[in-house]
């Protein structure tokens, strides 16, 4: 069973950067691409970004393009998500999945942009 870990989440000020991490257990990353989703209190979960197996095709939500990139390592059963130029909306609890999304939701990373 393929199980799906994220970490890397924090408090950051504005203008700040993380790292996300997926760290995936029981299979092999490879078999699938991978979406980040986030969800903010009181909001529906969405999609942020995704990258394809080969790690030839990215995607990313209209309002994070040329901030978010996303990057997978394959050799270490991870996929990353650089989040720079953070902002207040960005605040949400960040999980990683398969595309399309299965059962494998972890407990997700919290990320705080606040002053």
């Known amino acids: 069973q393929l199980q799906l870990a994220e970490s890397g989440g924090g408090l950051v000020q504005p203008g700040g950067s993380l790292r996300l991490s997926c760290v995936a257990s029981?299979?092999?990353?490879?078999?699938?691409?991978i979406t980040w989703t986030r969800q903010a209190p009181g909001k529906e979960r969405e999609g942020v970004s995704c990258i394809s197996i080969t790690h030839k095709a990215t995607d990313y939500l209209d309002s994070e393009k040329g901030r978010f990139t996303i990057v997978r390592d394959n050799a270490k059963n991870t996929v990353y998500l650089q989040m720079n130029s953070l902002k207040p909306e960005d605040t949400a609890v960040y999980y990683c999945?398969?595309?399309?999304?299965?059962?494998?939701w972890g407990q997700g990373t919290q990320v705080t942009v606040s002053s």
């Open positions: 999945n398969t595309v399309p999304w299965g059962d494998y």
């Open positions: 029981g299979y092999s990353l490879d078999r699938y691409a």
